[in-house]
């Protein structure tokens, strides 16, 4: 299974940015999808997750700014950030947790990061 992202890029403070990530391969189905960021020098962490009925959980650093979205028949999640902030500079992941046939064990994938730059 591979995650595809892009997206990412530099912008000011206050702008906006859209990270799309495409899962592919043999998947039978995609349970949670997510969004991790890793800034130099800390641990990778957790900014958004949606599960496949639209539930969601942000971190609280990105509330009321980002928003994550899928399609499921494309097997594609979003990270929608607006009013970005210098902080939120980082190389963002994608994850997906799936299976690849009924009954089979949850299966976890990651993308190969996408560098987000906000400059203040």
């Known amino acids: 299974v591979q995650l595809v992202e892009s997206g990412g890029g530099l912008v000011q403070a206050g702008g906006s940015l859209r990270l799309s990530c495409a899962a592919s391969g043999s998947i039978f189905r995609v349970n949670a999808m997510g969004w991790y960021r890793q800034a130099p020098g800390k641990q990778r962490e957790l900014v958004a997750s949606?599960?496949?009925?639209?539930?969601?959980n942000y971190s609280d650093s990105v509330k009321g700014r980002f928003t994550i979205s899928r399609d499921n028949a494309k097997n594609t999640v979003y990270l929608q950030m607006n009013s970005l902030k210098p902080e939120d500079t980082a190389v963002y992941y994608c994850?997906?947790?799936?299976?690849?046939?009924?009954?089979?064990?949850?299966?976890?994938?990651w993308g190969q990061g996408t560098l987000v730059t906000v400059s203040s």
């Open positions: 949606i599960t496949s009925d639209g539930s969601t």
């Open positions: 994850n997906a947790v799936y299976k690849r046939y009924p009954g089979g064990p949850p299966l976890d994938a």
